[in-house]
């Protein structure tokens, strides 16, 4: 009798169909000791420990020398002891749905993502405003990163290029 009530019910109530399966090499999967990521958003107050896969920055500071690799960023001068200017790769380009894909990365986006921080409250944003006073465009592929005088510090202000 149960068995007859097994195939009935089976038959009403059919499986889900579950989706393939990706091969393994396709597969990026990420964990931690103490729980499932949080998301992906950089808003977030806290955002995963891999936020930083889909966001690139301007620079990446290598764990293996003291050196700060351009990644977005072609390079940075000082102009002075109190300001950082930042020039942007021409190939940075947005990726994404449209209308954004493909268009250039400019200094007036890096101006917006930063200031977000002083917006909002935005942990990978907001602490670099403790060393930088302003930000300001000086031409589509260069931003000006004005040092907080009281503040100085300057391998925080360039760990701000890391960061952003």
């Known amino acids: 009798m ?4 097994i195939s009935i ?13 990706l091969p393994r090499e396709e597969t990026l999967i990420i964990s931690s000791d103490w729980s499932a990521p949080v998301g992906y958003n950089a808003l977030l107050p806290r955002p995963s420990y891999f936020t930083n896969l889909m966001y690139s920055s301007l620079y990446i500071q290598s764990p293996y020398s003291d050196e700060w690799i351009p990644y977005l960023a072609k ?10 200017l930042v020039t942007i790769r021409d190939e940075a380009k947005w990726w994404g749905p449209a209308p954004l894909n ?5 200094a007036e986006d890096v101006k917006y993502s930063m200031e977000l921080g002083k917006k909002y409250s935005v ?5 670099q405003w403790t060393y930088i006073e302003n930000v300001t465009v000086i031409s589509p592929k260069v931003v000006a990163f004005y040092l ?11 760990n701000c290029l890391g960061n952003l």
Do not use: E, Q, R
């Open 2 to 5: 149960s068995l007859m009530l």
């Open 9 to 21: 019910l089976v038959t009403l109530f059919p499986a889900k169909v579950s989706a393939p399966a």
């Open 75 to 84: 390079n940075y001068t000082w102009a002075d002891k109190y300001t950082l």
């Open 102 to 106: 493909g268009t250039p990365i400019t």
């Open 123 to 127: 942990p990978m944003y907001t602490p």
């Open 148 to 158: 907080n005088v009281t503040t100085l510090n300057y391998f925080s202000a360039l």
